[in-house]
Every structure is written in structure tokens, then in C-alpha cells.
Nanobody, 117 residues
Framework: QVQLLESGGGLVQAGGVLRLSCLASGIIDNFNHMGWFRQATGEERKLVAVIDSGGVTEYAQSVKGRFTISRDNAKTTVYLQMNSLKPEDTADYYC???????????WGQGIQVTVSS
């Protein structure tokens, strides 16, 4: 089992910044992938950014150049630095963990991000 604890969400004005953190605990695969998905009201959950244990990243096109994902393997923590936030970034953000084969996936509880115009 892996537990994911998210923090850092909140309300911010358009153009502002937020930093999300996700701490993983439990039985951690050293070669895991971690990242963030988001789900706006009435929409499907979508990838925001993911990073593997070697630091290779993938971003949604809508956040490229504004968001940066990083990780601290020693602390089993993944971060999402969100700059130049837009109202359309408003959503519940979910931390994501999976093992290399994708056979084991865990989700955090979700954290709310609201960007006002």
C-alpha cells in the first residue's frame, strides 16, 4: 500500500502562483512514476504532469511553460510549481503514483485549486 498526502492548494487570483506537494509513504517502488492529474467540475480527470524516478517529465500541453514538476526521491515527495495561473486551471488536483509496469496505481484524496479572474 502507498499513501499519498497532498498539500498546497487554495484560492489565488489569475496570474498568481501556487505550489502543490505530495508526500508518498508506505511500500514505495524505487522506480515509480509520480505526478498530478486534475478534474474540473463536469469533466474527466486529466493528466497535468508526471515524472519518473529518473526525472523524465511529461506535461499536458495546456500547462507547458507555466507548470513545473519536480521530485525529491529522498523524501518521496513530488512537487508541482504552478505559475501564471488561469481561471481554467481551477480544478481538484490529484496526486498519482504508479509502479513501472503500471500494475499498481494509487491516488491521493485530491486538493482544490481555485483561480479567480
Amino acid at each position: 500500500q502507498v499513501q499519498l498526502l497532498e498539500s498546497g492548494g487554495g484560492l489565488v487570483q489569475a496570474g498568481g502562483v501556487l505550489r502543490l506537494s505530495c508526500l508518498a509513504s508506505g511500500i514505495i517502488d524505487n522506480f515509480n512514476h509520480m505526478g498530478w492529474f486534475r478534474q474540473a467540475t463536469g469533466e474527466e480527470r486529466k493528466l497535468v504532469a508526471v515524472i519518473d524516478s529518473g526525472g523524465v517529465t511529461e506535461y499536458a500541453q495546456s500547462v507547458k511553460g507555466r507548470f513545473t514538476i519536480s521530485r525529491d526521491n529522498a523524501k518521496t515527495t513530488v512537487y508541482l510549481q504552478m505559475n501564471s495561473l488561469k481561471p481554467e486551471d481551477t480544478a481538484d488536483y490529484y496526486c498519482y503514483y504508479r509502479n513501472p509496469s503500471g500494475t499498481v496505481i494509487f491516488w491521493g484524496q485530491g486538493i482544490q485549486v481555485t483561480v479567480s479572474s
